[in-house]
């Protein structure tokens, strides 16, 4: 572009020049969908449209903590804490040009739940119902194992006619909510008993009952 200025008595000046560069703006960014983890696992926020970029452009992400400009296209967190839950958008930079933002990308971080409360109804004899008792975890799914194999996948499992060698031992369980797993509760530790044997009834002489000395 050139300029002149002319003054009122028609005097021109000599012209003045500058060179006007129009760049277009970097293209907005494409995210992936949004993401649901639990507390300490990574996060990683890919660019899908990464290739479309040149070396010289700064990425400059909107996050619940604020603002993360790096050379790198995607976001990532190695380790997510509660308060990395919420919103996040990101804009391309090139010199003075600034893409749209990309769509949001809500990340959700679940915390982990606590274990279990566990019990049972032991001591139990051979032959009777054992019973396994987890405390209520609202929105849970459980997990139980224990002795020989044993797994089960509610809350409150049953165990009948239960014998010592297969059954007697420590039963554990964990709990998922969101996904998110339980470090393992403590114990259950049952004790099955076996039973006395039927007793033997001798045979006897017959008796009297009015006899004096006479034995039943």
């Known amino acids: 572009y050139?300029?002149?200025v002319t003054d009122a008595s028609g005097c021109v000046s000599s012209p003045g020049s500058t060179t006007v560069?129009?760049?277009?703006?970097?293209?907005?960014?494409?995210?992936?969908?949004?993401?649901a983890l639990c507390i300490g696992s990574p996060l990683t926020i890919s660019v899908q449209n990464v290739n479309v970029y040149g070396s010289n452009v700064v990425?400059?992400?909107?996050t619940?903590?604020?603002i993360v400009s790096q050379a790198q296209a995607n976001l990532v967190i190695p380790i997510t804490g509660l308060q990395h839950s919420g919103d996040y958008r990101l804009v391309v930079k090139?010199?003075?040009?600034?893409?749209?933002?990309?769509?949001?990308?809500?990340v959700t971080v679940h915390p982990i739940p606590p274990a279990p409360t566990v019990s049972s109804n032991t001591p139990v004899c051979e032959g009777d119902t054992l019973r396994l008792f987890a405390a209520p975890v609202a929105g849970a799914s459980y997990s139980?194992?224990?002795p020989s194999g044993f797994t089960a996948s509610v809350r409150d499992p049953i165990i009948v006619q239960v014998n010592k060698n297969?059954?007697?031992?420590?039963?554990?369980?964990?709990?998922?909510?969101?996904?998110?797993?339980?470090?393992?509760?403590?114990?259950?530790c049952?004790?099955?008993?076996?039973?006395?044997?039927?007793?033997?009834i001798l045979p006897i002489s017959a008796a009297c009952l009015s006899q004096p000395g006479a034995t039943l």
Do not use: I, K
């Not at 990425?59 to 909107?62: D, S, T």
């Not at 600034?98 to 809500?106: H, R």
């Not at 297969?166 to 259950?188: D, L, R």
């Open 64 to 66: 619940p903590n604020g």
């Open 190 to 200: 049952v004790d099955v008993r076996s039973r006395p044997p039927a007793p033997t």
């Open 166 to 188: 297969t059954h007697q031992g420590c039963y554990y369980a964990t709990v998922s909510v969101n996904g998110c797993v339980s470090p393992v509760s403590e114990g259950a």
């Open 59 to 62: 990425f400059e992400w909107h």
């Open 144 to 146: 139980w194992v224990g």
């Open 21 to 35: 560069n129009v760049q277009r703006p970097p293209e907005r960014p494409l995210l992936g969908a949004n993401q």
């Open 94 to 106: 090139s010199g003075n040009c600034t893409s749209a933002p990309s769509e949001t990308v809500t």
């Open 2 to 4: 050139n300029l002149v």
